[in-house]
């Protein structure tokens, strides 16, 4: 059974800093693309940073750009997105999602964590 648990969300100050994790379990990490989205109240969800970890490849949403990065430690079978500089838009519920790259249509969500940031 695959399971995705976030941690690290939290309330923080415009300009301060966070870092996300996301550990995975029941999954083979290499063979997954691996992401972090997230909503915020009232808007859509939407692409933050993804990273293939076999690859060494990563990409950004515009928004973040410069930002936040995103690891992946493929011992520990957990993602990361260290986010600084953070602005009160980055506010939302943030997720974490492997999409296989072996198994097509097969994916998985965690159920998320909040990060909050006051101005």
């Known amino acids: 059974q695959v399971q995705l648990v976030e941690s690290g969300g939290g309330l923080v100050q415009a300009g301060g800093s966070l870092r996300l994790s996301c550990a995975a379990s029941?999954?083979?990490?290499?063979?997954?693309?691996m992401g972090w989205f997230r909503q915020a109240p009232g808007k859509e969800r939407e692409f933050v940073a993804g990273?293939?970890?076999?690859?060494?490849?990563?990409s950004y949403a515009d928004s973040v750009k410069g930002r936040f990065t995103i690891s992946a430690d493929n011992a520990k079978n957990t993602v990361y997105l260290q986010m600084n500089s953070l602005k009160p838009e980055d506010t939302a519920v943030y997720y974490c999602?492997?999409?296989?790259?072996?198994?097509?249509?097969?994916?998985?969500w965690g159920r998320g964590t909040q990060v909050t940031v006051s101005s």
């Open positions: 999602r492997v999409v296989s790259t072996t198994s097509a249509g097969t994916d998985y």
């Open positions: 029941g999954l083979t990490f290499s063979n997954y693309v």
């Open positions: 990273i293939m970890w076999s690859a060494g490849s990563s």
